[in-house]
DNA sequence: TAGATTGTTAATCGATTAACAATC
DNA sequence: TAGATTGTTAATCGATTAACAATC
């Protein structure tokens, strides 16, 4: 059931990286076409996308030559060739199991139908839902899953259930033939090789930025001191050992002998 | 309004990779506290957290040396030390402006309140939505959005507009006060050095998972021919100019001469 | 041709990981 | 003490970027 390949040997050699931008750049090329701009140099469309345009060119080169030195990009020609790199010239029907309102708000969202993806089925596990209208279809009751992902010739699914159920909807959609899953929930999945799960997590996202800003704030450090005896949900057993010979409070990880 | 310094200035040394991984551990941490595990190795750690030990390892060595030979890290001691340095002992107030099905998704997430963040106000421009209550809390017009910013120092804005206003709300929740922003619409925002800016793309995530999805599915390469005539939703125009001169369709990226 | 801009090189930077000395 | 496991080193790998030759 699993290939046993790593990424990178499947990948033809576009490094990761470079995958993780190009809908970036399709999304500033879409942008560009929709006002009919004919031909875009690096420099303009790095600035759309956000980045630096020396990468932009060295992302673009490992799809092909496509552009044309000293003019610069065609951008229906580059919008069709990422689409295709990407694999969104082609129909993917997936599957959103999990209609909480995060899973409504994705089955609401348009940016999936405008790029080749388009949502075969809503499941769910709560018979009170199972019936309702979201997104123009009834949902279904997660009983179907296995059917709906044979028929349907889904090979990706939207986990959008609470955390403690997200496990056994993925072994389920797994066995059923699915090999991708963008999952919501905030849980580590365990999948076998060849399974690719892709994870979004509102509240890590915040949690970063919250680091950022508390060294914006403050400046500096945050207090260095022993924990509170007492604090919001925070036992005292944390006040334990904190080994005595850690002299680790003024040290610079920053600059270490090479 | 800008402190010009860079993040790495600003962060004490800790990567960005670790930082972003951080809130995995904690979440694993959480768990196993609630599991009354006192105690937990950095193989066993790491295993719930879905990374590698050794990383795992060389991440919290950034924090501090709060492991003990032999024993492995308290679990409650941890707990303490990572969520200070995410910033998570101290409360943030954060306020979501559009209140569609993504804003209300992100309301009523449970993930916010239970790590520091508390949700100061719900705004949006849409009159027809002011009043109704939605997690608790009914939902402002986004002319307050100023006054709520000031009145609750709020530093953190989550943006789930649509794309068309996400950047004028941004500038005026930066013109308030608001240094770091958790941006959901799919857009590309401008915003002042110094203003910390996080994105989550749920189409981008998807398109990613199609390109590893095709890779499997036909395995190798998608076909490599010349675009068709007619396509869905693209025009002619993209047959046009390919460079003559490229040689490019039988190259192997990966193997470059060193 | 002169000007513009790509595609690629090579240097640099940052992240990952195996291995192991330190030490509980 | 013997066994276990951390914290750190150093090698490797991958990503970024400035610079510029190639070339439209």
Redesign the interface.
């Known amino acids: 059931m699993a ?1 046993g390949r790593s ?2 040997e ?5 490094p990761e990286a470079t ?2 931008r ?3 750049y ?3 090329l879409t942008g560009l076409s929709e006002r009919s701009v ?1 031909t875009v140099s690096s420099e303009e469309l790095a600035a ?3 980045v630096n345009s020396a990468k932009l060119r060295k992302d673009l ?2 799809l ?5 030195r000293g003019v610069g990009y ?1 951008v ?2 580059l ?2 060739q990422i ?8 129909d ?1 029907p ?1 599957v959103i199991v999990g209609l ?3 899973g ?3 089955a ?2 348009g ?2 139908a405008s ?3 388009r949502v075969a089925a809503l499941m769910d596990a709560d018979p009170k839902l199972t019936g309702k209208m979201i997104a123009g279809q009834a949902v279904r009751h997660v009983d179907e899953l296995e059917s709906v992902v044979r028929e349907n010739g889904v ?2 699914g ?1 986990i959008a259930t609470p955390a403690g159920a997200a496990q056994e909807v993925t072994d389920r959609l797994v066995d059923a033939g699915v ?4 999952n919501f929930a ?1 849980t ?1 999945l365990t999948v076998p090789e ?1 399974v ?1 799960v ?1 994870k ?18 403050g400046d ?4 260095d001191a022993e ?1 509170p005896a007492s ?1 919001p949900g ?2 005292g ?7 005595s ?2 002299p ?2 003024d040290r ?3 600059v270490q002998p090479a």
Chains 1, 2 share one sequence.
């Open positions: 290939t990424h990178t499947r990948t033809r050699g576009i995958v993780a190009l809908p970036l399709l999304r500033a004919p759309a996308a956000g080169s490992y092909g030559s496509y552009g044309t065609d229906e020609y919008v069709y689409s295709r790199e990407l694999g969104l010239t082609q993917w997936v909480g309102n995060l409504a708000a994705l609401n969202y940016g999936f790029r080749g993806f090979s990706i939207v090999t991708s899953i963008l905030p580590v060849g690719d892709r979004v997590d509102l509240s890590i996202e915040l949690q970063i930025l919250a680091f950022h800003e508390q060294r914006k704030a500096g450090l945050p207090p924990p604090g925070i036992s057993a944390m006040v334990r050992r904190r080994p010979s850690a680790k409070s610079e990880p920053g």
